[in-house]
C-alpha cells in the first residue's frame, strides 16, 4: 500500500463486469477532479491470440486441461505486481493494451489478438486504477493485495455472469454461443483455483443477482437489466461504514448481514457514488499529505 500514489484495483471474472464498473470511477474521477492513470488487465496476459492457442494445444497434447486465459502461468502476474509496487513507490509504472476486436484494433492500429507496445503512464497522475482478472492474486509468487489501497471485486452470480460474457462476446468480439461456453468450460478450473479465491481479499465486493430466471444461461435472450436484480454489497471490514446513511439514501435497499447491504440493481450506480466518494477522497487527500 502506498499514501503517496494510492492504486485502486478492480478484479472480476471475464464478462463479470469491470470495464463497465470503470465508467462510474471515472465519473468519480471527473468530478473529483482525480487524475487516474489505468491498467486494463488483459495487457498482462503472457501471449498474443496465436501464441495462446499454441500454448493451449500443447498443453491439451500433454494432457493438461486446466489451462486457460484466468491461469497464473497465462499472465505476467511478476510484471504486475512490479508496476504495482514501482507505482505505489514513485507514481510511475508502464502498460500495454491488448487488442480483442477490429474496433480496437482500429483505435489501437494493431491488429486482433494483438498487444501494443508498452507505454509509460503519463506523469502526474493521483491514482492507479487497475480493472482485469486478477488484481487481489496472492499466490507463491505475488502479493498484490498488499500493492492495492482499495480492492474491489465485481462478482455477479455465476449465471449471471455467463449471460453477460455470452452476450458481450458474441456482440462485441464475434463469437458464437458455442465459442464462448467451451471457453467457460476450458476456463472452469482456472476460475476455482485462480480467479474466485481474490473475492475473500477484497474489501467490497458488488455482486449483482438477477430476481428474473437464468436457470439456463446459454438460451436468456437479453441480460438482465439493472431493474431485474438486486445487488449484494459485502464489506470486509464493516468497521467506519455508515450503513444507516448508506439504508436511508439508497431507497428499497436493506442489510442481510453485518456487513452486507442488498439495493435494487437500478441503484448501483448511486450506491457506488456513496460508498467508493469518501474512499477515493481520503486517498487523494492522504497522498497529497504524505
Ligand atoms: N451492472 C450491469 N447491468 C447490466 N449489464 C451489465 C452490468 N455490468 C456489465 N454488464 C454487461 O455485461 C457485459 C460484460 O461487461 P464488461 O464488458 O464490463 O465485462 P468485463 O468484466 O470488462 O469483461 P472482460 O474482463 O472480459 O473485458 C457487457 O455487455 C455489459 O454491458
Ligand atoms: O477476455 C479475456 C479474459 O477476460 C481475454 O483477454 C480474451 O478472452 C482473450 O481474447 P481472445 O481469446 O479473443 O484473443
Known amino acids: 500500500m502506498s499514501k503517496k500514489h494510492p492504486i485502486i ?27 487516474a492513470v489505468s491498467i486494463e488487465g488483459d495487457a498482462f496476459h503472457r501471449f498474443n491470440r496465436k501464441d495462446m492457442k499454441a500454448e493451449l494445444d500443447r498443453r491439451y497434447a500433454e494432457g493438461d486441461y486446466t489451462f486457460s486465459h484466468f491461469s497464473y502461468e497465462a499472465n505476467e502476474l511478476a510484471e504486475l505486481e512490479n508496476v504495482f509496487r514501482q507505482y505505489g ?3 510511475t509504472g508502464r502498460t500495454r493494451t491488448y487488442v480483442h476486436d477490429n474496433d480496437e484494433a482500429e483505435k489501437y492500429g494493431v491488429p486482433p489478438g494483438e498487444f501494443t507496445e508498452w507505454a509509460p503512464f503519463e506523469d502526474g497522475s493521483d491514482i492507479l486504477f487497475y ?12 502479493n498484490l493485495p498488499k500493492y492495492a489501497d482499495l480492492k474491489i471485486g465485481v462478482v455477479p452470480v455465476i449465471n449471471l455472469e455467463w449471460i453477460q460474457k455470452i452476450h458481450r462476446d458474441r456482440e462485441r468480439r464475434g463469437y458464437t454461443t458455442e465459442a464462448v461456453t467451451d471457453t467457460i468450460l476450458r476456463r472452469m478450473h482456472a476460475y476455482v483455483h485462480c480467479i474466485i479465491p481474490q473475492f475473500t481479499e477484497t474489501d467490497i465486493n458488488f ?7 437464468t436457470s439456463n444461461p446459454l438460451v436468456a435472450r437479453w441480460i438482465p437489466t439493472a431493474d431485474e436484480s438486486l445487488v449484494v454489497i459485502r464489506f470486509k471490514n464493516p468497521r467506519g461504514i455508515d450503513f444507516s446513511y448508506l ?14 447491504i442488498v439495493i435494487p440493481g437500478g441503484k448501483l450506480d448511486l450506491a457506488m457514488q456513496l460508498i467508493l466518494t469518501p474512499m477515493i477522497e481520503r486517498l487523494v487527500s492522504e497522498s497529497k499529505r504524505a
Open 207 to 213: 455482486q449483482r443477482v438477477p430476481v428474473v430466471d
Open 89 to 91: 513507490e514513485t507514481g
Open 131 to 142: 480493472e482485469g482478472l486478477h488484481g487481489a492474486v496472492v499466490n507463491d509468487e505475488v
Open 247 to 260: 439504508v436511508s439514501m439508497i431507497q428499497g435497499s436493506w442489510m442481510s448481514r453485518a456487513n452486507s
Open 9 to 35: 484495483s478492480v478484479t472480476g471474472s471475464s464478462g463479470a463486469g469491470t470495464s463497465t464498473v470503470k465508467h462510474t470511477f471515472d465519473q468519480i474521477f471527473r468530478r473529483e477532479g482525480v487524475k
